[in-house]
């Protein structure tokens, strides 16, 4: 319950959820959190659902004015959240009092911050899911990036505000600059480049342009060689798929990839690092690292029983409200657990 | 899933089969299916369906396609306004394929094109059939702004926009139709594999579609 204001929209400030799924035989795109762990970390903070919708901020952050006592929770890139000009923490749960501001001194780490509410940000679903598609001018707020003076209503927190103190957790990322390690599944079209063009891929440095945004991510590095020319019969395209246009230079495609396209796909990046690639800034290096699908799935379950572990120990340490007793009854002790179970 | 490496009809009516075979079986763990010119893209949760389970099922299923029955595709029928400030490249079509601007439309209106696949932008048709005597090359400058509902040439393939955008091919024609809106209980109009004919409208009548189309809602 509630509403927040926003004072100044920083660079690019966004209403997401986990994405638009179900329409991409449409064309419609994906859209959704680019970090999808840290966006679901943020919400399981909250007390939230994993895909309520939440503000995804760009290396400069928005200044927003709280217009009612909130609970909220930051996680992602360090941005250096500011709360009334106090420094606080990222990745457990703040309580915020109507009337503080909320603001960003600059970015120190990764390149985007999702920042959660308890109860979720309210605003209508469309297709499915509250995210904002931007080039379709459509979910999130008004289909736009925030702007000046924007108000947003945040629904009814699952949590009371009382039991969301504590409610913390590690980052499972570090989002170290330098060289950023990305594994690579081959594939579709991997038999559409010279094994010196996979060779070229695995064994250089890429550098992230400034042509890099949610719809992907444009590489600069040495260049990789196709057989015969890039273009294809046009196909789908997953998320973190690394398309090589004939120009040679790789591309990694994110939330807001369009849904088909007809370039050579050498690779695609594992659902694992692809939150390394959304907190990548222009300048970084990336390294590519060839790995087995069997491999990758290991990594994903391992991964989803963390983020499960986590949930379940947040919200079992706040629903169980556990009293011991002791009674006496005819001289003998006898401790008792009373435990409050809903 | 692939299925050759070729734009047919053949093909396309197989990847339909396929996906409506998949989509009626309700397989647990397969989350999405995009239907490709050439290929079937499947997304799935590893965590619900292995790999190699997926492949059995999957494999079986491309073996018995042959004995599943298709529905019977749709043919909807687009007005357009041809012409004029809505299709100002119609002369320059004409022009390139020595025709009359009538010769061009009555072209482009005679053939009924199949949807392959939609894809690119939310509700854009990649259509297939178009006569190649109004075949024309894509603009040298693209254009920054092409109003949604454009009808437009590139090279040998005919296209509607469905949302505004860049873009740089010849403007033929706009159709008061809207091919998205997120509002509707069916945000896209046209589905893979039914086909499209152009009909071609006065003025008058563009106007009349499109009021009452704002007045429904977009419905």
């Known amino acids: ?342 | 899933m692939e299925f050759g490496n070729e734009i047919s009809e053949d093909l396309n009516k197989k990847i339909r089969a396929v996906t409506a075979l998949i989509e009626s079986k309700n397989i647990c763990g397969i989350d999405e299916l995009v239907p490709g010119y050439r290929s079937l893209m499947i997304h799935y949760n590893p965590l619900l369906i292995e790999y190699e389970e997926l492949v059995s099922i999957l494999t079986e299923i491309e073996e018995h396609i042959n004995v599943f029955e298709l529905p019977p595709p749709e043919t909807i029928e687009i007005p357009v306004l041809y012409g004029g400030r809505y299709g100002p490249d119609i002369e320059n079509v004409a022009k390139h394929n020595s025709l009359t601007v009538q010769e061009v439309i009555e072209i482009h209106t005679s053939t009924k094109y199949l949807i392959y696949m939609l894809g690119f932008t939310p509700g854009f048709p990649y259509l297939g059939g178009m006569d190649k005597r109004i075949a024309c090359p894509r603009l040298d400058t693209p254009r920054t702004k092409i109003p949604a509902g454009s009808v437009g040439i590139a090279g040998e393939q005919t296209g509607i926009y469905p949302l505004e955008s860049p873009g740089g091919w010849q403007l033929i024609g706009r159709t008061p139709i809207e091919l998205f809106n997120p509002e509707r209980e069916n945000p896209i109009l046209v589905k893979p594999g039914n086909y499209i004919v152009f009909k071609s409208i006065d003025e008058e009548e563009y106007i009349n579609i499109k009021s009452k189309l704002s007045q429904n809602g977009g419905a």
């Open chain 1, 1 to 342: 319950m509630g509403q927040i204001k926003i004072i100044s929209p920083g660079l690019l400030t966004t209403v997401q959820d986990l994405g638009r799924y179900g329409y991409q035989q449409y064309g419609v795109s994906v859209s959704g959190a680019m970090d999808h762990v840290a966006a679901r970390l943020a919400n399981i903070i909250a007390g939230n659902d994993e895909d309520d919708a939440l503000l995804e901020i760009t290396l400069i952050g928005p200044k927003i004015e709280f217009m009612d006592n909130e609970v909220i929770a930051i996680t992602g890139g360090d941005l250096q959240p500011h709360i009334n000009d106090m420094p606080v923490r990222m990745y457990q749960a703040l309580e915020v009092k109507k009337g503080e501001i909320l603001s960003f001194k600059g970015n120190k780490k990764g390149c985007r911050a999702y920042l959660a509410f308890a109860g979720g940000i309210d605003v209508p679903v469309v297709m499915g899911s509250r995210s904002t598609f931007l080039k379709a001018k459509i979910g999130g707020y008004e289909g736009r990036p925030l702007k000046a003076g924007d108000i947003l209503s945040i629904g009814n927190p699952h949590i009371p505000a009382s039991k969301m103190l504590g409610r913390k957790t590690d980052n499972f990322y570090t989002y170290d600059s330098g060289k950023i390690r990305l594994r690579v599944v081959l594939g579709p079209q991997d038999d559409a480049f010279t094994n010196r063009g996979i060779e070229t891929l695995f064994s250089n440095e890429y550098t992230v342009t400034n042509k890099s945004d949610r719809m992907g991510y444009t590489l600069n590095g040495p260049l990789i060689e196709h057989k015969n020319g890039a273009d294809i019969i046009s196909d789908g395209i997953a998320m973190g798929a690394i398309q090589v246009p004939s120009n040679g230079n790789p591309i990694i495609m994110m939330a807001d990839r369009q849904t088909t396209g007809g370039y050579t796909k050498i690779g695609n990046v594992i659902s694992v690092d692809l939150p390394k690639v959304a907190q990548a800034k222009p300048g970084d290096i990336i390294v590519f690292e060839r790995i087995g699908l069997k491999e990758a799935h290991k990594l994903y379950k391992q991964l989803e029983d963390k983020i499960q572990s986590l949930k379940e120990f947040l919200n079992n340490n706040i629903k169980r409200n556990i009293k011991h007793y002791n009674i006496k009854i005819n001289s003998k002790t006898y401790k008792v657990k009373v435990e409050e179970i809903y």
